[in-house]
C-alpha cells in the first residue's frame, strides 16, 4: 500500500534560520508525484512546492526547496529564512502516476516560527 | 489569484440529518474533489469527479455520500443521514485537468455532527 509519512508532529524555528520538515513514503512505483501543502491558520490549504519523481533536480520554490532523495523514498522540505508568515501545517503528499488522481496524504507537521 | 471557495465554514448538525457542503472551484478547472479530515488524523481522498460523473471514489465514500454539480459553478457533498464519525473537515479541490495536474484546496468546512 502506498503510504506517506510524517514523522514530526511539531517543528520550531526562530525568524531567518532554516528549518527542515521531513516525510517519507512508501511505493512501487517509479513514476509519481511529490507535494508539500501548507495549511495557515486561516486554514486554506496552499501548494508550496512539488517534484515529478522522474526528474533528479530538486525542486526550489523561493525560500522553499526540496531533498529528494528516490532511492531512500525520502521527500524533505527545507524552509530559509524563515518567516512569521510561515508558521502554519506542512502536509508531505503523494500521487500515483496512473489511473488516479488522488493525493495521499501524511499526518503534517505544525510549523511554529519564533521572533 | 483564483481560489476554492467553501461555504459554510462551520456546520453543527444532529446525528441522522442531511447535510449539503458547498464548494465553487476554480472557473477553468474541470477535475474536482472532496477530502476529509477527522480531527487528529490524515487528510483522506474521498471522491473525484469531471464530466458530470464520479471518476474515483475511496471505500469511505459510501452510499450516504453524493456529489453533484448542480449548475455551472457550485460542486457540492451531501451526507444523507450524519453518523457521528462523520465530523471532520471537508476540503474540496479542483484541477485544470487529471493526473499530472496540481489540486488547488479550498479552506474547507468543519463538519461537527451531534
Known amino acids: 500500500a502506498q503510504t506517506v509519512t510524517q514523522s514530526q508532529p511539531e517543528m520550531s524555528v526562530q525568524e531567518a534560520e532554516t528549518v527542515t520538515l521531513s516525510c517519507t513514503y512508501d511505493?512501487?512505483?517509479?513514476?509519481?508525484?511529490l507535494f508539500w501543502y501548507k495549511q495557515p491558520p486561516s486554514r486554506q490549504m496552499i501548494l508550496v512546492i512539488r517534484q515529478e519523481a522522474y526528474k533528479q533536480q530538486n525542486a526550489t520554490e523561493n525560500r522553499f526547496s526540496v531533498n529528494f532523495q528516490k532511492a531512500a523514498k525520502s521527500f524533505s522540505l527545507k524552509i530559509s529564512d524563515s518567516q512569521l508568515g510561515d508558521a502554519a501545517m506542512y502536509f508531505c503528499a503523494y500521487r500515483p502516476p496512473y489511473n488516479t488522481d488522488k493525493l495521499i496524504f501524511g499526518t503534517g507537521t505544525r510549523l511554529q516560527v519564533f521572533p | 489569484e483564483p481560489e476554492v471557495t467553501q461555504t459554510p465554514s462551520h456546520q453543527v448538525t444532529q446525528m441522522g440529518q442531511e447535510v449539503i457542503l458547498r464548494c465553487v472551484p476554480i472557473s477553468n478547472h474541470l477535475y474536482f474533489y472532496w477530502y476529509r479530515q477527522i480531527l487528529g488524523q490524515k487528510v483522506e481522498f474521498l471522491v473525484s469527479f469531471y464530466n458530470n460523473e464520479i471518476s474515483e471514489k475511496s471505500e469511505i465514500f459510501d452510499d450516504q455520500f453524493s456529489v453533484e454539480r448542480p449548475d455551472g459553478s457550485n460542486f457540492t457533498l451531501k451526507i444523507r443521514s450524519t453518523k457521528l464519525e462523520d465530523s471532520a473537515m471537508y476540503f474540496c479541490?479542483?484541477?485544470?485537468?487529471?493526473?499530472?495536474?496540481?489540486?488547488?484546496f479550498g479552506p474547507g468546512t468543519r463538519l461537527l455532527v451531534l
Open positions: 511505493t512501487s512505483e517509479s513514476d509519481y508525484y
Open positions: 479541490a479542483s484541477s485544470v485537468a487529471g493526473s499530472q495536474e496540481t489540486q488547488y
